[in-house]
């Protein structure tokens, strides 16, 4: 019963818009089980190539960003504006900016642990960065290191051994397909100067599940702009544009670890 409470709770703040986007972000992240690992790359790429795609963001860096979030679904479109920090594999720190005032949604994970404030419900939830936790409050699976992957501008991948790999031209662009014995795979397209394009994500029947794009400002190089996630739906895409992007080695961590605010109602995700 209380789980139950918790999650129907939950659901009623996010019905504000701006919940609406973080929601959506958990959304367009779902794998139908084909999670993240450490990605391997196809011995025939260059040195030059298998290091672009891998991202502009290094394992020892930490990425943070003003972004503006572009949501829409059938039942209407959804901007607004968040703080976004990661560090690869599995670190992230979302806040929603309101308008006006202080951020009423916090979201702070690690590999060990992750927690979620809400101040305007003075309850503070903790315990580990599982989908089962995510979950409680939201509907769908998710994986929290294919997030960091995808919005650190390069892609997840299968999380299985023995995937295998297929790359050739097509034009001007190189594509590269992915396959996992289960049958999830995925399809990776690398344009000019090494950079990636495109992600198309397949469940195990074959169906695709959502396609990532990124699209680059000339002027700043290999970091993405702008990164869109469409489901298969047709309809809903979530567009998510960075500003104020700095990338910086990591020294501190402590970001990511959400202290427990005083007088809060505090709840164990078991």
């Not at 260059?46 to 963001?57: L, M, N, Q, W």
């Amino acid at each position: 019963m209380e789980l139950l409470f918790v999650r129907r709770s939950f659901l009623r703040i996010i019905k504000n818009p701006s919940f609406i986007a973080v929601k959506l972000l958990w959304l367009t992240i779902f794998v139908y089980g084909c999670a993240g690992q450490a990605i391997v790359y196809p011995d025939s790429l260059s040195e030059k190539t298998s290091a672009a795609i891998s991202g502009p963001v290094a394992e020892d860096d930490v990425l943070s960003a003003v972004v503006h979030i572009n949501l829409t679904t059938p039942d209407g479109y959804y901007p607004t504006k968040a703080a976004l920090i990661l560090k690869k594999p599995s670190y992230l720190r979302l806040e929603i900016l309101p308008v006006i005032g202080t951020p009423d949604f916090f979201l702070a994970a690690s590999p060990e642990k992750m927690s979620i404030f809400i101040p305007s419900k003075g309850k503070f939830y903790y315990g580990q960065p599982t989908g089962a936790n995510l979950r409680k409050f939201i509907p769908w699976p998710l994986n929290i290191e294919d997030i960091v992957m995808i919005f650190s501008g390069t892609y997840p991948s299968l999380k299985e051994d023995d995937i295998t790999y297929q790359n050739y031209r097509e034009k001007n662009l190189l594509r590269i397909e992915m396959k996992a014995p289960s049958g999830c795979s995925q399809i990776i397209r690398v344009g000019e100067q090494d950079r990636l394009l495109k992600l198309i994500r397949n469940d195990k029947t074959g169906k695709e599940v959502y396609t990532v794009t990124y699209l680059y400002d000339e002027v700043q190089g290999s970091l993405p702009k702008k990164i869109t996630v469409s489901m298969a739906d047709g309809v809903t895409s979530l567009s998510v544009k960075f500003l104020d992007v700095k990338i910086e080695k990591a020294t501190d961590l402590s970001m990511f670890d959400l202290p427990m605010p005083a007088d809060v109602n505090a709840i164990l995700l078991n």
